[in-house]
T-cell receptor
């Protein structure tokens, strides 16, 4: 049973550039959430997608956007990168409405902005 | 005040010790609580999931929630060097709310 997968593993970008991160949820899951984890901090909720729509959003600027595809996979896009966007970006999936609340995380994408 | 507070440690114990990890939270709407283990440079791994107040045991791990004091704990019995990791607590109100609110994590080292 494949768990949550993310790509790429590592990424180095320059300030002002744009980046796209990808996530495939655990088999049987249809809800995907994205989190940002700065060094030495706990993960912070960015947003989550269910039925191809953004359902809930954390305190992140509009530079952070996302998408969910019909196969439940998801993308996180960040525009106009800032040095402070350097972090581990985590994708988590769970079963949909009425399903178990447990969220399972992928290995993350480590983004470095120079 | 952060919604979930967690002592970042670091905490160092000898192999075989009983470890107690703790968090406090301020959001009264939280009803579901989770503990994750995160090895260095890896994604968090779900360890325990509890609802409301009470205890839940799974092998060497016991999770406790006291909603009256807004206090959550994770106990690890017979700790092993492989338990060395960062432990993250998280809360959520559940229902249609998918957001997990995490503490900063506690770095645990179990010495052989």
């Amino acid at each position: 049973d494949a768990g949550v997968t993310q790509s790429p593993t590592h990424l180095i970008k320059t300030r002002g550039q744009q980046v796209t991160l990808r996530c495939s949820p655990k088999s049987g899951h249809d809800t995907v959430s994205w989190y940002q984890q700065a060094l030495g901090q706990g993960p912070q909720f960015i947003f989550q997608y269910y039925e191809e729509e953004e359902r809930q959003r954390g305190n992140f600027p509009d530079r952070f956007s996302g998408h969910q595809f019909p196969n439940y996979s998801s993308e996180l896009n960040v525009n106009a990168l800032l040095l402070g966007d350097s972090a581990l970006y985590l994708c988590a999936s769970r079963g949909g409405a009425g399903g178990p609340l447990e969220q399972y995380f992928g290995p993350g994408t480590r983004l470095t902005v120079t | 005040q952060k919604e979930v507070e967690q002592d970042p440690g670091p905490l160092s114990v000898p192999e075989g010790a009983i470890v107690s990890l703790n968090c406090t939270y301020s959001n009264s709407a939280f009803q579901y609580f989770m503990w994750y283990r995160q090895y260095s440079r890896k994604g968090p791994e779900l360890l325990m999931y509890t609802y409301s107040s009470g205890n839940k045991e799974d092998g060497r791990f016991t999770a406790q929630v006291d909603k009256s004091s807004k206090y959550i704990s994770l106990f690890i019995r017979d700790s092993q060097p492989s338990d060395s990791a960062t432990y993250l607590c998280a809360g959520t109100s559940g229902g249609s709310n998918y957001k997990l609110t995490f503490g900063k994590g506690t770095l645990l080292t179990v010495n052989p």
